[in-house]
């Protein structure tokens, strides 16, 4: 098991910057890939950036360039930096950490969310 505390989010006029935290209940070396995902009202949840096997990370498209993803390992914690936001950046956030099982097992974890809003 794994529970996964987000903060950081807010209002922010476009242009600006916030910054998300996800503390993980567990040390993050454990854990097999740890990130952030969002979704707007109406939208399909999307990657927006994550840590894969080792130190490989990924970025969704629309914010390659904008947000870094980051970690603190001794504090268990993922950050994402967000800055140049968009009103489309508007969503809710959500802290996901998976753990492989035995042979193809694969576990999910979410955060509760935090909501991000850009105003234009």
């Known amino acids: 098991q794994v529970q996964l505390v987000e903060s950081g989010g807010g209002l922010v006029q476009a242009g600006g910057s916030l910054r998300l935290s996800c503390a993980a209940s567990?040390?993050?070396?454990?854990?097999?890939?740890m990130g952030w995902y969002r979704q707007a009202p109406g939208k399909q949840r999307e990657l927006v950036a994550a840590f894969r096997s080792g130190s490989t990370t990924n970025y969704g498209d629309s914010v390659k360039g904008r947000f870094t993803i980051s970690r603190d390992n001794a504090k268990n914690t993922v950050y994402l930096q967000m800055n140049s936001l968009k009103p489309e950046d508007t969503a809710v956030y959500y802290c996901n950490a998976e753990v492989h099982g035995i042979g193809m097992e694969r576990y999910q974890y979410w955060g509760q969310g935090t909501q991000v809003t850009v105003s234009s």
């Open positions: 567990r040390s993050i070396f454990s854990i097999n890939a």
